[in-house]
């Protein structure tokens, strides 16, 4: 993970390739092979993994335990540190800082935290206050290092150090000002360890490690719950265009094929929102990961038609309206920069007046955040649905700003449990999630399914089957047929089913 990407090439001397790495990752290709992968390592971009089988869209490529992982901060006492349930969770007796759902948990990882609940108990109320999820997950990575190193957690070639030591730093990337805070909590990681063999500038230098290739754990609606570090998903190359998809079943990262994947391919999966312009993924990438994208969606920019096509994706995604309300045409700024003119009608809008809305977009913005921060959710939604209305003015029908701000307003329309509301701002985002999540993608599916569920909540039940039939087309690929979501969507859409046909034989009844 965050290596340089280029563009896919299928190579016919590719089995030849695949197997000249390095001799320490001879383990880790003999555990892939089983699986129908190998590790590359081009000079262009570092290592990759590739397929040496065919994979079809929804097969799972690949899972992986975390190498170690922990609790979002703010959570930390509200989930289990093993599964991140929140049902029956009883604080470790000892250090008060970590809790388990049940025994099963805690016997599953008392290994490492009966080492890090000895160093965790020795520090004061104000050290413990400062555990960052970050810092958490350094210290039990060092004591995994330690317990395997003695043998207490065995090795295989995919779950050992070598594989964390292998991963990309990017400390010469980094600016001062980072490497400044990367030396602090490698001091206070020491502090909480003390260990004799400890080395203060490694440390720092796997936190970089971390911040490159650690993985957010979400759970089957891609809410965020935790942190792992994954290292041999964390081969895996990025794409805006991705052939695979990374979801969890509990704290086990799945990636998927969401094309066909054919013998040869190297297998992509992306590391962003890629709900946004080029401009913007690419600014995304060279900010958190250190390299510029040149997949296939990117590359376009370097050819004349690719540049105009992604200058209207551009405006489209991130610009303005234009100011008849009936023309569909995207603007660009003038040769004068005074305003911008529709591509489409010729119209010009005037600079002050897109600055005078945009300021006060802010500043109910501003308050809106406020409301919502203090719990005033009807509130929050009155003032959002006055940003929606400026919205609806200022940007493209197609604005991913104002379908970020029907998302907020889906939230608590739910939240205020107003499911006529939620339904309506739910299926105004749809054609923006459409045209921004290309090909399989979860977001899109399970958008799909929020609709659904409120379709049939309010009784429409065709609605509701079109909806529920459209997210399990998505996320049987990207979640897997087996999984309790897909599962759960299955049973919803078989019962819409017989409604509908109730609805039609007592129909044909009363006529």
């Known amino acids: 993970m965050g290596k340089k990407a280029v563009i896919v090439s299928l190579w016919p001397t590719l089995p030849v390739l695949l197997f000249a790495c390095f001799l320490p990752m001879e383990d880790l290709q003999r555990a892939l092979s089983a699986r129908g992968l190998a590790v590359s390592t081009l000079p262009e971009k570092g290592r990759c993994l590739f397929s040496t089988r065919d994979f079809a869209p929804g097969d799972v490529i690949l899972n992986e335990e975390p190498y170690v992982s922990v609790p979002n901060r703010g959570s930390i006492d509200s989930r289990c540190d093993w599964c991140f349930s929140t049902s029956n969770l009883k604080k470790c007796s000892a250090c008060q800082v970590v809790c388990y759902c049940g025994s099963a948990c805690q016997k599953s990882d008392w290994r490492v935290h009966r080492l890090e609940c000895g160093a965790l108990s020795k520090l004061d109320k104000h050290r413990q206050k400062s555990l960052t999820p970050s810092i958490r997950l350094m210290v039990k990575l060092y004591i995994r290092k330690k317990l395997q190193r003695g043998k207490i957690i065995p090795t295989t070639g995919t779950d050992n150090f070598k594989l964390v030591e292998a991963l990309v730093t990017h400390m010469s990337d980094i600016d001062e000002k980072q490497l400044i805070l990367y030396a602090q909590m490698a001091n206070l990681v020491n502090l909480i360890l003390q260990l004799p063999d400890i080395n203060i500038k490694e440390i720092a230098e796997n936190f970089s490690k971390l911040a490159c290739n650690a993985h957010t754990i979400c759970d089957s609606e891609l809410r965020p719950l935790g942190t792992g570090l994954y290292p041999v998903i964390s081969i895996i190359n990025h794409s805006c265009l991705p052939n695979s998809v990374l979801v969890f079943e509990g704290r086990v990262a799945v990636i998927r094929a969401v094309q066909h994947i054919p013998k040869g391919t190297e297998v992509l999966i992306s590391y962003i929102e890629t709900a946004g312009s080029t401009m913007t993924r690419q600014k995304a990438l060279k900010e958190q990961y250190f390299f510029s994208c040149t997949c296939p969606r990117c590359i376009k920019v370097f050819c004349v038609k690719g540049q105009f096509d992604d200058i209207q994706e551009s405006a489209i ?42 300021s006060e977009i802010k500043l109910l913005s501003e308050r809106a955040s406020k409301s919502v921060s203090s719990g005033y959710n009807t509130e ?91 997210a399990l087309d998505i996320l049987w690929v990207t979640h897997g047929a087996n999984t309790p979501l897909v599962e759960e969507l299955s049973i919803k859409l078989k019962e819409a089913h017989a409604e509908a046909s109730y609805k039609l034989s007592s129909n044909n009844i009363d006529g």
């Not at 569909?328 to 040769?335: E, K, V």
């Not at 977001?443 to 379709?455: D, N, P, R, W």
Request: aromatic share 10%; glycine share 8%; charged share 20%.
């Open 317 to 358: 995604f991130e610009g303005y309206r234009c100011k008849d309300n009936g023309c569909s045409g995207f603007l660009l700024r003038d040769s004068v920069d005074k305003g911008f003119i529709c591509q489409q009608c010729g119209l010009v809008r005037d600079r002050e007046d897109i600055t005078n809305i945009a």
């Open 380 to 470: 929050a939604c009155g003032i959002y649905k006055m940003i929606e209305k400026l919205q609806q003015t200022l940007c493209h029908p197609f604005s991913i700003t104002l379908m970020q701000t029907r998302e907020t307003l889906l939230k608590l329309s739910m939240e205020l449990q107003d499911w006529k509301e939620a339904l309506a701002y739910c299926r105004s985002t749809i054609p923006v999630y459409q045209r921004v999540y290309l090909g399989f993608n979860p977001l899109l599916g399970l958008q799909y399914y929020t609709c659904g569920k409120l379709e049939w909540l309010l009784g429409n039940t065709d609605g509701a089957i079109k909806s529920l039939t459209n």
